[in-house]
């Protein structure tokens, strides 16, 4: 059996579980993290939109977007930009041949293999990548800034094993 066809078989089998049966305490728990993701996301888009202006001259929104989901995983190849955007081959090829000629990104051979192409950011856009990542971090931590440290540590811990239970799903499930 494929990769597709495994993934197509456990997607179906997670549809068919009705959570209606379910103890009313794990329905609580997914409103609550549905809450958090829809809250999460608003402000994440919000930042985006925000900053995409500054750009939105050089830019289209929807490459930023994408630019934004790869920064953190550069240099990589073309397959991981597939992976981090939902991208087709030809698309990906497409948004990184524009991030090339916008003076984003480079190509470069794989020391290790000489027929994957690595692609990185120029040094330019690493600067810009960082004053965009402070102006981020500043925007995270104004939400932050009247809790006490009792529970900047209690949200930093959530946040440890948010990542950690969607990093172990997206190895054990390809996506």
Not at 42 to 59: G, N, P, T
């Amino acid at each position: 059996m494929t990769t597709s066809e495994n993934s197509k078989k456990r997607k179906s089998k997670r549809e068919q579980v009705p959570l209606s049966g379910k103890p009313e305490h794990l329905l609580e728990r997914v409103e609550v993290f549905k809450k958090m993701c829809r809250m999460l996301e608003v402000k994440r888009r919000r930042f985006l939109e925000d900053d995409w202006r500054h750009y939105s001259k050089l830019i289209p929104q929807q490459q930023f977007i994408h630019l934004m989901m790869v920064r953190h995983s550069l240099p990589c190849n073309l397959a991981k930009i597939m992976r981090l955007t939902g991208m087709t081959s030809a698309g990906a090829s497409i948004f990184v041949d524009k991030m090339v000629k916008m003076g984003i990104f480079e190509r470069r051979e794989d020391s290790a293999d000489r027929r994957s192409i690595v692609i990185k950011f120029t040094g330019r856009a690493v600067e810009s990548i960082e004053r965009l990542e402070d102006r981020l971090n500043r925007f995270i931590l104004q939400f932050f800034a009247d809790c006490d440290e009792k529970d900047l540590s209690t949200l930093e811990e959530a946040s440890r094993i948010v990542c950690r239970v969607l990093d172990s799903r997206d190895e054990n499930d390809g996506k």
